[in-house]
């Protein structure tokens, strides 16, 4: 008998969930809730809810931040490297000039092509040769001529040549530049 009033005796709203411990509500048994319980979204629900978008937008700014901080970092790698290796252009002209009057031999040729390998590991890239097509982008035209030899706008002679890490040009080639004859605008004979 005693098994009998406590399930009936007792009102399902004093009835406790044996989950949280606390009392149930009346939504239980389907009953509307009474009027001065929380709506739906602003109870347990609502704050799981609220807490679970503050753990996104939390993980977004953190991902956001961490994207941030990695490119920073590999900005601040790219300007220390091109910072060292554009220190490194005179020696890297020296070794040129010295291969072009046939001084460079022995040890020091060694040397010059360690290092310049060595750089070249770095992402250092080395441009401009007689004959290329003129890039104002890449080139930086010292004086200007004509020939008949040419159909485009041509590097004739590299003064010096220019440099490249990436796609980031650090200095541009110094060249000398030829354009094609211009027809003659006044022919005589037409």
Same mark, same amino acid.
């Given at each position: ?9 007792v #009102? @399902? ?13 009346? /939504?239980a ?6 009027? =001065? ?8 629900? =609502? ?10 937008r ?11 901080? !990695?490119r ?7 300007n ?5 290796l554009?220190?490194?252009? #005179?020696? &890297?002209? !020296? &070794?040129d ?11 020091v ?6 290092? @310049? $390998?060595?750089?070249? =590991?770095?992402?250092l890239?080395?441009? =401009?040769?007689?004959?290329?097509e ?10 200007? *001529?004509?020939s008949?030899e ?11 040549? *220019?440099?490249?890490?990436?796609? $980031? ?9 030829? !354009? ?9 004979? /037409?």
């Amino acid at each position: 008998m005693s098994e009998d009033l406590t399930d009936e005796t007792v #009102p @399902e709203e004093t009835q406790a969930d044996p989950v949280t411990g606390e009392p149930e509500a009346a /939504e239980a048994s389907g009953d509307p809730a009474p009027a =001065g319980d929380e709506g739906p979204g602003n109870g347990l629900q =609502g704050k799981i809810d609220e807490l679970t978008s503050d753990l996104q937008r939390l993980q977004a700014e953190y991902v956001n931040y961490k994207r941030r901080v !990695d490119r920073d970092r590999d900005l601040v790698t790219e300007n220390a490297k091109a910072s060292v290796l554009t220190a490194l252009f #005179p020696v &890297f002209d !020296d &070794f040129d000039r010295a291969r072009q009057h046939g001084e460079l031999e022995g040890g020091v040729k060694a040397i010059a092509e360690n290092l @310049e $390998r060595i750089v070249s =590991g770095l992402g250092l890239e080395k441009f =401009g040769a007689s004959g290329d097509e003129f890039d104002p982008t890449i080139h930086e035209a010292l004086m200007h *001529g004509h020939s008949a030899e040419v159909t485009t706008t041509t590097c004739d002679t590299v003064v010096q040549p *220019g440099y490249r890490i990436g796609d $980031r040009i650090v200095r541009p080639a110094l060249v000398t530049v030829v !354009d094609p004859e211009p027809q003659a605008a006044a022919d005589p004979q /037409e």
